[in-house]
């Protein structure tokens, strides 16, 4: 079958590192992924069933991956060589189309009695995603054992499926996952008094549709470089948007702080931050309140911080990983009434993968929100 | 003997018309037969002895008052007010008509065994003055005989301390001023009037004022029944100051005013020509405005900025009238009128307008796009008299390049507003219900005002509220060569070209409108018959 594979390669990773600090996306064509025919995963066991994507999404964590951006956290907790693609819209052998939940916890690892996270009902805190039947790897994507949705077919545990509601476009069920993401953010903030969304790409904008479905009713800022980004933000339901430069300006006029150098002595109490980098995290800690929470929902990775800040206005840095059971199903709701299958901008077939990884990664600048995979055309997936 | 102004009926043979753009200027061919140039009137002719017409001023008050010297005596707590850096536009060449005045109010002083002197400059709400700016205006020698022990000083209507409650006028408006200035023996107000809005009681209870008493006048319903600003007695923002000028007076406030005004001799050489009337510019008055105009263009907007606002305008002292507030300001206005009036008969479909690179509030600053507004609809607008030149849903077409750009340190409450404030709504009165509360009293704007050179939080709520009346007005507001993002943020709309400007006017005044074009600087008041 084809796939998109993603090989454990020291020098085309280096590579990719490379060129993907100078042009997001450029990993694709120069790193340790490539298209392949290779034989479909063997279903690890019973409970195990075929799952062949229709659309499957592209994910900055993937971007990350690709441009060589991760951070070595992630070796033991990936399994080489994997297929991308956890943001899946698909069919099971019988017809029936399902939504994956792809974190790979206690269950589909085959593990018994599950870890107390996944008792507990969070398992996106499973502590046994290295362990069980299966290879590591913290998702369907990143594991060698299931494949990825990048491809015409992965297997998947009974467990990770949610059947498609008949009402969902295959657009607004491929945005379920990431709008669980969001889903989960949002509820770690909802209470806050004043709120920042730092970043406007799909997690962005998502957490701000998730804030307001949520029943957030506060003040709600959001970050946006493009113009269609600070439209759709505004229509998700920010209150405002600011060019990433001009946020501690007018988190200083809304707040009413005064300023010292460039920290603002008063300013909003929860910032969730969907980029992840240095600055955003260092910008995100300016315009705290004192005690305030940053919560890191985009993926970060190795970042140098000044962390003086945190220390003497007792502020909190967090994070934000995937979702609950209960989320997903908010994220269905979500996505239904906030027609978020709107966000796929474009879709791409396998074989044109570098094309729609630079478009995804340069996403902002091209007027586009999510990019994804389509196999719906795919020759081989229809035999 | 110096020109009248006149209005030049424009045909066939009339060349283009200079429009002012900005940091540039651009040339205008205006439509034939229905298109009308007021020109200003030529500079008057100086005061010959400006040194001694003062000294006279000093001696023969006008009104009741005594003259200065025996107003003045030994122990006696004496307070000079003068004007900010607002006045004159450009700044003059030196020596700044305040240094003249106040020199000689000094030199009495002296005389009369005077040591308990402050001087302040009256900023109300403006920016703080830099001492560089402050030796201009009072001159080097008393700079450093009263700033370096503090008796020399920017006014700060947020020390509520040193502010003094007077009272109230009848209409409830709370009169405070300066509390130095209030309970001094004697207040000697040292005022420019550039145009006939300033001066008056509105020198002492506008300059010297706090937002306590300002905002009584400075807002929506105020400035929308002041037609015009120029023009006191129908003037309701001159009314309100002139019953706090009675409540002053009531608090036992003595006051010496002295008002001054100048030619309108704007421009030195080689900007002489932007003075002309363009059918007498000479072959080097032509190579002139090519050559500005084309390096103009070229030079980066830094740089055009700091050209224009190294200019030092050679104006020089028309008038000079001391004494009583009322019978002084009479008369000053009298000389204004003399330099500035030009009758006009008739309104017009469509003002046009160049606008400079310069207002009150961006002197060694950056005219911000909320300045251009104010220029356009708050000051040139309201140069008439009797009826605005332009009819009641007509057009207004403004040249400037209006860029979204501002001063951060002079102007931070304007990001915020224009940001803000004008991305929710453009309506004044909805601005002032909803938002000037919250910008006036934010201790970060109060502290920038009082510490760095900034303008207070809610000086760009006033700069909105002084183009209420035109905004009530007119059907349409063009920018000829605007930015088109911050033009329609104004609530206007952007033209390339000035035949473009006329084909989006056509919509509301149709396709042959009458046209009148306001050739200012240097400034002219239109008297509307």
């Known amino acids: 079958m084809k796939a998109l594979l993603f090989e454990r390669k020291v020098a085309k990773y280096a590579a990719a590192a490379v060129a993907g600090r100078f042009v997001p996306g450029k990993g694709a064509a120069v790193g340790p992924i490539s298209l392949q025919d290779i034989d479909q995963p063997e279903l690890p066991a019973s409970g195990w069933v075929r799952v062949r994507p229709r659309l499957s999404g592209i994910c900055g964590s993937d971007l990350a991956t690709i441009d060589g951006h991760s951070s070595r956290y992630f070796e033991p907790i990936v399994s080489f060589p994997f297929v991308p693609g956890h943001e899946v819209v698909g069919d099971l052998d019988d017809g029936t189309r399902v939504v994956l939940v792809p974190i790979l916890t206690c269950v589909p690892r085959g593990i018994d009695p599950p870890c107390a996270q996944c008792t507990g009902g969070q398992p996106n805190g499973c502590e046994r995603v290295a362990f069980g039947h299966i290879e590591p790897g913290l998702q369907t994507g990143f594991c060698e054992s299931t494949g990825g949705g990048w491809s015409t077919a992965f297997a998947a545990h009974e467990s990770q499926l949610i059947k498609a509601p008949d009402d969902l476009s295959d657009e607004a069920a491929v945005m379920v996952e990431p709008a669980a993401c969001a889903i989960h953010a949002a509820g770690l903030a909802k209470n806050g008094r004043s709120i920042v969304v730092l970043g406007a790409g799909t997690i962005g904008q998502l957490t701000i549709a998730a804030l307001r479905h949520l029943g957030y009713e506060g003040s709600l800022t959001a970050t946006a470089r493009h113009p269609h980004q600070r439209d759709l933000a505004l229509q998700l339901g920010a209150d405002r948007v600011a060019a990433p430069t001009e946020l501690s300006r007018v988190v200083r006029a809304q707040e009413h702080a005064m300023v010292v150098g460039d920290q603002l002595t008063a300013g909003v109490s929860d910032v969730l931050d969907c980029i992840g980098s240095a600055e955003s995290i260092e910008q995100g800690l300016r315009v705290l309140e004192p005690g305030g929470h940053h919560r890191l929902v985009g993926m970060p990775g190795v970042t140098s911080l000044d962390l003086t800040p945190v220390w003497h206005r007792e502020l909190h840095i967090g994070g934000s990983y995937a979702y609950t059971p209960t989320d997903f199903a908010a994220a269905v709701e979500l996505v239904r009434t906030a027609d978020l299958g709107r966000l796929v901008t474009a879709t791409y077939p396998l074989a044109r993968y570098r094309e729609a990884i630079d478009h995804a990664a340069n996403a902002g600048t091209r007027g586009a929100v999510k990019i994804a995979f389509d196999l719906r055309n795919e020759k081989e997936r229809n035999r | ?529």
């Not at chain 2, 004496?78 to 700044?91: E, G, K």
């Not at chain 2, 970060?444 to 035109?470: D, N």
């Open chain 2, 1 to 529: 003997m110096p020109r009248p102004g006149f209005v030049l009926d424009v045909d066939r043979s009339t060349p283009p018309i200079l429009f002012w753009a900005g940091e540039g200027f651009r040339l205008e061919r205006l439509p034939a037969e229905r298109s009308r140039v007021i020109y200003p009137p030529e500079p008057l002719d100086p005061l010959p002895h400006p040194e001694a017409a003062i000294r006279h001023a000093l001696l023969n008050p006008l009104g009741d008052s005594k003259p200065l010297p025996e107003l003045l005596f030994p122990g006696m707590r004496l307070t000079i007010a003068f004007d900010d850096i607002s006045l004159p536009l450009p700044p003059m060449q030196r020596p700044d008509v305040r240094q003249r005045v106040i020199e000689a109010v000094l030199d009495m002083a002296a005389e009369a065994g005077v040591d308990d002197v402050h001087l302040i400059a009256a900023l109300a709400l403006h920016r703080r003055m830099t001492e560089p700016e402050l030796r201009h205006a009072v001159g080097d020698r008393v700079y450093d005989a009263f700033a370096p022990t503090g008796h020399l000083y920017n006014m700060d209507a947020e020390d509520t301390d040193n502010m003094a409650y007077l009272g109230s006028t009848e209409q409830g408006e709370e009169v405070e001023i300066v509390r130095r200035a209030a309970e001094s023996d004697l207040l000697v107000y040292v005022n420019i009037n550039l145009v006939a809005m300033d001066g008056g009681w509105k020198s002492t209870a506008t300059g010297l004022a706090s937002y306590r008493s300002l905002r009584h006048h400075h807002n929506v319903r105020t400035l929308q029944h002041s037609r015009s600003l120029m023009d006191r007695h129908k003037s309701a923002l001159h009314t309100s100051n002139w019953r706090m000028g009675k409540v002053i007076t009531d608090a036992g406030v003595k006051i010496f005013q002295i008002e001054t005004t100048l030619n309108t001799d704007t421009f030195p050489p080689p900007f002489d020509f932007l003075m002309k009337r363009e059918w007498e510019w000479s072959a080097k008055d032509r190579a002139l405005f090519l050559g500005s105009s084309k390096s103009l263009a070229r030079a980066p907007s830094r740089l055009a900025r700091q050209i224009f606002h190294s200019i030092k305008a050679p104006h020089a002292m028309a008038s000079v009238q001391a004494g009583e507030v009322d019978a002084v300001h009479e008369e000053t206005i009298r000389n204004v009128h003399r330099q500035q009036l030009v009758e006009v008969e008739g309104q017009t479909d469509v003002l046009t307008m160049g606008l400079p690179y310069i207002c009150p509030y961006n002197v060694n600053s950056i005219m911000n796009p909320i300045l251009v507004m104010c220029l356009g609809l708050g000051y040139f607008f309201n140069l008439y008299r009797n009826k605005p030149l332009v009819r009641e849903g007509g057009v207004l077409i403004m040249s400037h390049p209006t860029p979204w750009e501002f001063h951060p340190v002079h102007h931070p409450s304007y990001i915020d507003f224009f940001e803000q404030v004008l991305a929710e709504t453009t309506d004044p009165l909805r601005i002032e219900a909803e938002f000037e509360k919250s910008y006036a009293e934010d201790e970060w704007y109060r502290h920038l005002y009082r510490t760095s050179y900034a303008y207070h939080g809610v000086h760009p709520f006033y700069m909105w509220y002084w183009g209420a009346h035109a905004l009530q007005h007119l059907g349409r507001v063009i920018i000829v060569g605007g930015e088109p993002r911050a033009v329609r943020r104004l609530g206007f709309m952007a033209a390339s070209t000035m035949n473009d400007a006329l084909e989006m006017a056509s919509d509301v005044v149709g396709h042959s409108p009458t046209i009148t074009h306001l050739h200012a600087p240097p400034l002219l008041l239109a008297d509307v018959q």
